[in-house]
């Protein structure tokens, strides 16, 4: 076991199956104790520099809600960013305040280790551009965890914008410690790419890319179809984007005939809303949604691991 404490959480390969064992324990304390004072005098730091609802209210109520404090920002606007301030200066400015901790967001891939690099405080990766999203991972498997009761031997289907999706990269990561089966289910424009196909390869993961005009041959056989949005804002052209928008796979009411009755639909949110929907809110009301369930462990989750990174011992 690596464990966590004092160190910084760059990408899903920092932590093991026996880590994840240790947190997602501690996680189920944390559910039954949401508030309490365990994070008394300590402090945080929370700099994202990108658009957050989840990631960011999540580790800032995580910390409140067991007496520590946050500082920070979300979103840059209102801070020097727009004067022409580097990431790291910004950086070494939170970390002189004598935080105990550093979550980052950032739209580079790279970000977080560069922060890392130059801060004292452990840094938490809570996503950096189109890398990485290693939390979002452990939120991932705690949620799986608790809604199949385990994750050696399941199927897992990830669909959608596996190029940009970095909860994608991350969680396929994850799942590999696992002995699962690891669906890519995409358009072609939008695959995972040779590289990461590789980097699994080399981590023994039994994962498949599927062309995404054929999930309706396997969706029986998985038991997590775990659905993502197109990441927008990561397209230079928009062009190429209202094109891939077009054929972007969505899923509804429909589809779930073919399933399994208990398969479960995860989405680390947000999803977009209206027609053009990756996920229809109809499916909300159905037994298979488990994607709120991930904003629920959210909380407990990030607390074990505030819990594990600043040192204190439970
Ligand atoms: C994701 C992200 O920011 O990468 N959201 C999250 O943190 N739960 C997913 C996304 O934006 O599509």
Same mark, same amino acid.
């Given at each position: 076991?690596?464990g966590?404490?004092?160190?910084d959480?760059?990408?899903?390969?920092?932590f093991?199956?026996?880590?994840?064992e240790?947190?997602t324990? $501690? !996680?189920?304390?944390?559910?039954?104790?949401?508030?309490?004072?365990?994070?008394?005098?300590?402090?945080?730091?929370?700099?994202v520099?990108?658009?957050?609802?989840?990631?960011?209210?999540?580790?800032?109520?995580?910390?409140?809600?067991?007496?520590?404090?946050t500082?920070?920002f979300?979103?840059t606007?209102?801070?020097?960013?727009?004067?022409?301030?580097?990431?790291? *200066?910004?950086v070494?400015?939170?970390?002189?305040?004598?935080?105990?901790?550093?979550?980052?967001?950032?739209?580079?891939?790279?970000s977080?280790?560069?922060?890392? !690099? #130059?801060?004292?405080?452990?840094?938490?990766?809570?996503?950096?551009?189109?890398?990485?999203?290693?939390?979002?991972?452990?939120?991932?498997?705690?949620?799986?965890m608790?809604?199949?009761?385990k994750?050696?031997?399941?199927?897992?289907?990830? #669909?959608?914008d596996?190029k940009?999706?970095?909860?994608?990269h991350?969680?396929?990561?994850?799942?590999?410690?696992?002995?699962?089966?690891?669906? $890519?289910?995409?358009?072609?424009?939008?695959?995972?790419?040779?590289?990461?196909?590789?980097?699994?390869a080399? $981590?023994?993961?039994?994962?498949?890319?599927?062309?995404?005009?054929?999930?309706?041959?396997?969706?029986? *056989?998985? *038991?997590?179809?775990?659905?993502?949005?197109l990441?927008?804002?990561?397209?230079?052209?928009? !062009?190429?984007?209202?094109?891939i928008e077009?054929?972007?796979?969505?899923?509804?009411?429909?589809?779930?005939?073919?399933?399994?009755k208990?398969?479960?639909?995860?989405?680390?949110?947000?999803?977009?809303?209206?027609?053009?929907?990756?996920?229809?809110?109809?499916?909300?009301?159905?037994?298979? !949604?488990?994607?709120?369930?991930?904003?629920?462990?959210?909380?407990?989750?990030?607390?074990a691991?505030?819990?594990? #990174?600043?040192? #204190?011992?439970?």
């Amino acid at each position: 076991m690596r464990g966590f404490e004092g160190k910084d959480l760059l990408s899903a390969s920092d932590f093991s199956r026996e880590d994840v064992e240790k947190l997602t324990n $501690l !996680a189920d304390f944390f559910c039954a104790h949401r508030m309490g004072g365990n994070f008394k005098l300590k402090s945080m730091a929370l700099c994202v520099f990108e658009k957050s609802t989840r990631t960011y209210t999540s580790f800032d109520s995580a910390m409140k809600y067991q007496g520590g404090v946050t500082i920070g920002f979300c979103g840059t606007e209102g801070t020097s960013i727009g004067k022409g301030e580097s990431l790291e *200066d910004t950086v070494r400015v939170y970390d002189s305040y004598g935080v105990d901790c550093m979550v980052i967001r950032h739209p580079q891939p790279g970000s977080a280790a560069r922060a890392a !690099a #130059v801060a004292r405080a452990p840094v938490i990766n809570a996503g950096d551009g189109s890398n990485e999203h290693p939390t979002q991972t452990l939120v991932d498997l705690y949620t799986i965890m608790k809604r199949k009761g385990k994750i050696d031997g399941l199927t897992v289907g990830i #669909v959608g914008d596996l190029k940009h999706g970095r909860t994608v990269h991350s969680l396929s990561l994850g799942l590999a410690k696992y002995n699962t089966n690891i669906y $890519l289910i995409s358009q072609e424009e939008l695959r995972v790419g040779e590289e990461w196909m590789q980097k699994l390869a080399g $981590l023994g993961a039994k994962a498949k890319e599927v062309p995404h005009t054929d999930l309706s041959f396997i969706c029986k *056989d998985l *038991d997590v179809l775990y659905m993502t949005r197109l990441q927008a804002e990561r397209f230079e052209d928009p !062009a190429e984007r209202e094109r891939i928008e077009k054929g972007y796979p969505r899923i509804g009411i429909p589809i779930l005939q073919y399933f399994k009755k208990d398969m479960i639909i995860m989405h680390p949110l947000p999803r977009k809303s209206g027609p053009d929907c990756e996920l229809s809110p109809e499916l909300d009301a159905t037994p298979n !949604a488990a994607y709120f369930d991930q904003t629920k462990y959210s909380l407990p989750l990030r607390q074990a691991l505030l819990a594990e #990174v600043l040192g #204190v011992h439970i």
